[in-house]
């Protein structure tokens, strides 16, 4: 099955700071690569998404890059604010064009702390 | 208009009982789930139905059933609750036709085995 590392497990940043969030996979084959967000007592959320087509996609302060050479994608936060603290999910579609059904394999997670 | 539903919200129990968590999605969604998330916060995966039919069944007790009466619906059953039961469960849905992979999660129920 697909294998995905996610990396810090914990981040702590001053508001007004970037925090970057980094996901290895290891199927190749992977061709969709989400990010979900989930607050406090709060269900997973999906912020943004990026297709393999694409290298880098782009919402206001958060971004995703790909780089499917290497196998991994990050989340990208700029002008971090105390309302982006939150646990950050990568997940990867489990064999892409078989018969994975949507079945995501999500990372380990990573608990963002913005100290305002 | 809550796209996925779940109830209870909370959930305490002794250990031995068998409870039901119930899942409802009015997304259209083919594709409905279920997970859990431990004290670290990991979602793990149990088990997923596509047009009513079993189609991921991780490395689940057989205590955990689920059932989906239809599309819209996928239930919970946990036999004999053990202590080690305690997490929040999820469930979640997702159109798997066409591109899309996303997945709308349910508010969670948080189970207490005592």
């Known amino acids: 099955g697909e294998n995905v590392e996610q990396h810090p497990s914990t981040l702590s940043v001053q508001e007004g700071d970037s925090a970057v969030i980094k996901c290895t996979y290891s199927d190749s084959a992977s061709n969709y690569f989400p990010w979900y967000k989930q607050e406090l007592g709060k269900r997973p959320q999906l912020i943004i998404d990026i297709r393999s087509n694409v290298g880098e996609k782009k919402d206001q302060r958060i971004a995703v890059t790909l780089n499917k050479t290497a196998k991994h994608f990050s989340l990208h936060i700029t002008e971090t604010q105390p309302e982006d603290s939150a646990v950050y999910f990568c997940a990867v579609p489990l064999g892409a064009g078989g018969t994975s059904y949507g079945k995501l394999t999500f990372g380990q997670g990573t608990i963002l702390t913005v100290h305002p | 208009d809550t796209a996925v539903s779940q109830t209870p919200k909370y959930l305490v129990t002794q250990m031995g009982n068998d409870k039901s968590i119930k899942c409802e999605q009015n997304l259209g969604h083919d594709t409905m789930y279920w997970y859990k998330q431990d004290s670290k916060k990991f979602l793990k995966i149990m088990f997923s139905y596509n047009n009513k039919e079993l189609i991921i069944n991780e490395t689940v007790p057989n205590r955990f059933s689920p059932k989906s009466p239809d599309k819209a619906h996928l239930n919970l059953h946990i036999n004999s609750l053990e202590l080690g039961d305690s997490a929040v469960y999820f469930c979640?849905?997702?159109?798997?036709?066409?591109?899309?992979?996303?997945?709308?999660f349910g508010p969670g129920t948080r189970l207490t085995v005592l």
């Open positions: 979640a849905s997702s159109q798997t036709t066409g591109t899309g992979y996303t997945q709308y």
